[in-house]
């Protein structure tokens, strides 16, 4: 399994999580690109509009996941296990995690994190 997990690069946060997420990387099958980069809408099969709500994961067979699922299925490719998919799937478990997620992402702009992707890599935004 493979894919790219599509981040806010604006995010101080969530450029520190996905940078976390590479230091895990034990495969290198794990790909990371800000939602912001061209064609990302387009790509995943969503409209513009929806971009910002969450992340995003677009896996080598074509599936895309968002929210908690795609921070699992990314984390279940950095591990080259499917153990963290595996537990998200497990019933109660998955809503559970997408309502601390949907929680997490609206508020995102006031929690710590670094330089956000795109001020460092504006090329790539």
């Not at 599509?6 to 939602?35: H, I, N, Q, S, W």
């Not at 910002?52 to 599936?63: A, I, K, N, P, R």
Request: proline share 6%; with cysteine.
């Amino acid at each position: 399994m493979s894919g790219v997990l599509y981040f806010d690069g604006g995010c101080g946060m969530c450029t520190r999580f996905v940078y976390l997420l590479k230091r895990l990387d034990r495969t290198g099958a794990l790909e990371l690109a800000p939602f912001q980069e061209p064609g990302t809408a387009e790509r995943l099969g969503i409209s513009p509009s929806r971009m910002t709500e969450s992340g995003w994961w677009l896996d080598s067979s074509g599936q895309v996941y968002a929210a908690a699922e795609a921070v699992n299925a990314a984390l279940s490719v950095a591990l080259g296990t499917r153990a963290p998919l595996s537990v998200y799937r497990v019933r109660g478990i998955g809503a559970l995690q997408d309502a601390v997620y949907r929680w997490v992402a609206a508020h995102r702009y006031r929690f710590p994190g670094t330089t956000p992707y795109c001020e460092s890599h504006p090329v790539a935004c």
